[in-house]
T-cell receptor
Framework: KNEVEQSPQNLTAQEGEFITINCSYS?????LHWLQQHPGGGIVSLFM???GKKKHGRLIATINIQEKHSSLHITASHPRDSAVYIC?????????????FGKGTKLSVKP | NAGVMQNPRHLVRRRGQEARLRCSPM?????VYWYRQLPEEGLKFMVY????????ESGMPKERFSAEFPKEGPSILRIQQVVRGDSAAYFC?????????????FGPGTRLTVL
């Protein structure tokens, strides 16, 4: 079992739909990252969370430390949101670069 | 302010050759991280460096791989005697300071193909 699990693996949505991507982890963490990998391969850091909730535009990330679970929500999805979304956990006590990555959720938003 | 730069973007090597991957962090960033993404697999941490220091190399293969971040110039990930299994995308990221709250900024990656 991976220490960081994402679901679903693949997600197809219609433009405008509300999207949720889930991330569960089995290790104690000090921070959790959400990343977006574009079809061309480039990676953008979306959020880093250690508690609560963060919002940026149409993206919302939440984390529940007790349940070891985080979610990434996209409101009013658009075809340009099509990408692979990756969560990564920083192991508690580990160095700040030593992230454990999920396998990613491939999102396709159809017009 | 230019982002994180990596070069080359694509690198082809024959088995047994050496591969040198370069990463120039964002201006003002003194922390560099290297990650590897094997085909059809997730990202894996390799090494975390500060200027002239290796902070955490727990993800680096024990042989053939080395990394440095000199006082002047880019960070270098060096792979000696490459094998086909080294074919992957190698990403570096940088951040300004060592703190839990620091976001990492990723480079575009170097795609290494070993023939």
């Amino acid at each position: 079992k991976n220490e960081v699990e994402q679901s679903p693996q693949n997600l197809t949505a219609q433009e405008g739909e509300f999207i949720t991507i889930n991330c569960s982890y089995s290790v104690g963490i000090s921070a959790l990252h959400w990343l977006q990998q574009h079809p061309g391969g480039g990676i953008v850091s979306l959020f880093m969370l250690s508690s609560g909730k963060k919002k940026h535009g149409r993206l919302i990330a939440t984390i529940n430390i007790q349940e070891k679970h985080s979610s990434l929500h996209i409101t009013a999805s658009h075809p340009r949101d099509s990408a692979v979304y990756i969560c990564a956990a920083r192991n508690y006590g580990g160095s700040q670069g030593n992230l454990i990555f999920g396998k990613g959720t491939k999102l396709s938003v159809k017009p | 302010n230019a982002g994180v730069m990596q070069n080359p973007r694509h690198l082809v090597r024959r088995r047994g050759q050496e591969a040198r991957l370069r990463c120039s962090p964002m201006k003002g960033h003194s922390h560099v991280y290297w990650y590897r993404q094997l085909p059809e697999e997730g990202l894996k941490f390799m090494v975390y460096l500060q200027k002239e220091n290796i902070i955490d190399e727990s993800g680096m293969p024990k042989e053939r791989f080395s990394a440095e971040f000199p006082k002047e110039g880019p960070s270098i990930l060096r792979i000696q005697q490459v094998v086909r299994g080294d074919s992957a995308a190698y990403f570096c990221a940088s951040s300004p300071v060592r703190a839990v709250s620091d976001t990492q900024y990723f480079g575009p990656g170097t795609r290494l193909t070993v023939l």
